[in-house]
């Protein structure tokens, strides 16, 4: 039995009279949700109309989007990065109108950051809604002009909840690429040590996007293990490491520098500024790990330190070593009362401020406080 199934998802009735919002390529029903891989923003597209008057459409948006280009236009055309922006022609060069808000909502950074901030630029109303601290980091460096906010991603609870007892010590899950040296790290830690310390393991991860795409199981199937399992590592994107580096060039077009011999004025070559920065951070799988009561055990970059999750998991610090995250683990696993307590809270608080529904309500008010700038 799905997760929908055994919590009937009822549509919310409206609330607000919000702004009219357009949205690019909502290609599953509320109902399909949990035969995606990822669910979380397409779940918090479709709470939007609870809130604002909602337009969207699925692979036919060639047509859509240059009627809805048309005057007067929707107040706010909201694109989402892995399905829309780069994929998508029509979105991406429709000239909407300057009274429509041109909304990029990030998934992590899989984005073209240089080329999104040119077609950005290109809007006339833009506004950035980012996930990481490391992305305002980013995005304030490269375009200090564009608005921007941090919008936790959200958790859409009809898909992960608490499912009855546990059947599991510990569920290993989500993609094994280099993008996750904290991840691959502390699977092969709790993989290396599952015997000898007697946890019993569900090993669902994957090589995921770069070589072995999809994952073993659509959020259909992961989601019930995810909530039959007492601990689950993970680790976010890019943890461990720099993500990207940032190479900025000065060309002076004066041939006077060109051939002074001074040398503090001499510019007879350009000048190279070099700088390393933090991208991604924390990934949807954290809360939906607290959404399951399922403790989580893992990193906070320094990055992406949202104090936000600090005291609803355990941390690893990068300074662990292996033993200690053997220890750490194990000690979960077994601390009955502790974890539980600790998953009871996570849980109260994800429902009471990070659900799709609430994060669809929050990017109406976004949009709306925009708009009125």
């Known amino acids: 039995?799905?997760?929908?199934?055994?919590?009937?998802?009822?549509?919310?009735?409206?609330?607000?009279?919000?702004?009219?919002?357009?949205?690019?390529?909502?290609?599953?029903?509320?109902d399909e949700l949990a035969d995606q891989v990822v669910s979380y923003q397409s779940a918090q597209f479709h709470h939007l109309a609870a809130h604002a008057d909602v337009v969207a459409w699925g692979h036919d948006y060639h047509v859509h989007?240059?009627?809805?280009?048309?005057?007067?236009?929707?107040?706010?055309?909201?694109?989402?990065?892995?399905?829309?922006?780069?994929?998508?022609?029509?979105?991406?060069?429709?000239?909407?109108?300057?009274?429509t808000s041109f909304v990029w909502l990030a998934h992590d950074s899989w984005h073209r950051p240089l080329s999104l901030v040119e077609l950005l630029r290109q809007q006339p109303n833009p506004l950035l809604v980012l996930r990481h601290l490391s992305a305002i980091a980013l995005f304030d460096r490269l375009a200090p002009e564009l608005p921007k906010v941090l919008q936790r991603p959200g958790v859409e609870p009809t898909i992960f909840h608490p499912r009855g007892p546990k059947q599991y010590d510990v569920l290993l899950s989500g993609s094994e690429t280099p993008?996750?040296?904290?991840?691959?790290?502390?699977?092969?830690?709790?993989?290396?040590?599952?015997?000898?310390?007697?946890?019993?393991?569900?090993?669902?991860?994957?090589?995921?996007?770069?070589?072995?795409?999809?994952?073993?199981?659509?959020?259909?199937?992961?989601?019930?293990?995810?909530?039959?399992?007492k601990v689950s590592p993970t680790a976010t994107v890019h943890g461990g490491r720099v993500g990207?580096?940032?190479?900025?060039?000065?060309?002076d077009h004066s041939s006077a520098r060109a051939d002074s011999d001074l040398p503090f004025y001499a510019l007879d070559s350009p000048e190279l500024l070099v700088e390393h920065v933090g991208t991604g951070g924390v990934t949807p799988r954290y809360l939906e790990s607290f959404a399951s009561k399922t403790l989580l055990i893992g990193d906070l970059p320094e990055y992406d330190a949202q104090e936000w999750y600090r005291d609803k998991m355990v941390v690893i610090e990068d300074s662990m070593s292996d033993e200690e995250i053997v220890e750490l683990v194990d000690y979960w696993i077994r601390a009955d009362d502790e974890r539980e307590a600790l998953c009871e809270h996570a849980y109260a608080e994800t429902l009471r401020t990070e659900t799709s529904a609430i994060r669809a309500a929050e990017l109406s008010r976004i949009i709306a406080r925009h708009l009125a700038r």
């Not at 280009?69 to 706010?76: D, F, I, L, Q, R």
Request: aromatic share 8%; hydrophobic share 50%.
């Open 179 to 229: 993008d996750y040296p904290h991840r691959i790290r502390f699977n092969a830690i709790v993989r290396a040590n599952a015997e000898r310390c007697g946890w019993k393991l569900l090993d669902l991860s994957a090589i995921g996007l770069l070589n072995n795409w999809p994952p073993r199981a659509n959020q259909l199937g992961y989601a019930p293990a995810l909530a039959a399992a």
């Open 244 to 251: 990207a580096t940032l190479v900025t060039q000065y060309l």
């Open 65 to 99: 989007a240059r009627a809805l280009a048309a005057a007067p236009g929707p107040n706010a055309m909201v694109t989402f990065d892995e399905c829309n922006l780069f994929v998508n022609p029509t979105i991406r060069d429709v000239a909407w109108g300057p009274a």
């Open 1 to 30: 039995m799905s997760a929908l199934a055994e919590q009937p998802y009822d549509a919310p009735s409206r609330e607000t009279d919000g702004p009219t919002v357009a949205i690019g390529w909502v290609d599953a029903a509320i």
